[in-house]
Structures are given as C-alpha cells and as structure tokens.
C-alpha cells in the first residue's frame, strides 16, 4: 500500500493543525493505520493508532486528550486531529499501515513519507 501525508505546516503554541494520511494500492480496510513522529535527533515514537474498522484507537501518554486520530475507510485516508499543540509536538510526522494495533514500530509494513510539523512557542 502507497501512503501519503499531507497536512503539516508551522503554528504557534495552542494552535491546531489536522494531518491527512492518502493510502492506496491495496485494501485499505485490511490495515490498523498508525501515526508515529520523529523529532531532529530523537528516534521515531508512537503517536496513535486506529483499528481495521475504527473502533477502536491508542494514544500515547504525551497526546492524549489533545489528539483524535480517525479515519474514513470510504475515502482510504486516515486523518490525525491535534489541538492545542506544543513546542514539543515539533517533529516530522509518519503515518503507518500495518496488521496489529499496536505502538510497537516493528508491527508496521508501509510507510509514508513524513509531513513536517513545526509548533512556536
């Protein structure tokens, strides 16, 4: 499956920012969709992740109840929702495709390209 993101951009502290995450190529239903981050010089971490059907998402402790990932199995895109953002939300953002729900980066097969996050302060 081709994944890409799209949605980042600069906004100041408080501010809100929605990421898009377009799959194609295969089945997109047949995959849980993460969203991981990698900050310069820190190593890629588990942001979220939704189930095959939705029903279910994880967050991690440093986003939750500020993040809402979601996604649209009609329009093979899964979306990251994130309000009242942080300076140290700044990072390039992935989304991931994968078979489990889990946050452990190992479980994911495909991949995006990373769209760019940068929160001021």
């Known amino acids: 499956v081709q994944l890409q993101a799209s949605g980042g951009g600069l906004v100041q502290a408080g501010g809100s920012l929605r990421l898009s995450c377009a799959a194609s190529?295969?089945?997109?239903?047949?995959?849980?969709m993460g969203w991981f981050r990698q900050a310069p010089g820190k190593e890629r971490e588990f942001v979220a992740v939704?189930?095959?059907?939705?029903?279910?998402?994880r967050y991690s402790d440093s986003v939750k109840g500020r993040f809402t990932i979601s996604r649209d199995n009609a329009k093979n895109t899964v979306y990251l929702q994130m309000n009242s953002l942080k300076p140290e939300d700044t990072a390039v953002y992935y989304c991931a495709a994968g078979w489990s729900s889990g946050r452990d980066i190992r479980g994911y097969d495909y991949w995006g390209q990373g769209t760019e996050v940068t929160v001021s302060s």
């Open positions: 939704v189930s095959r059907n939705g029903g279910t998402t």
């Open positions: 190529g295969r089945t997109f239903s047949n995959y849980a």
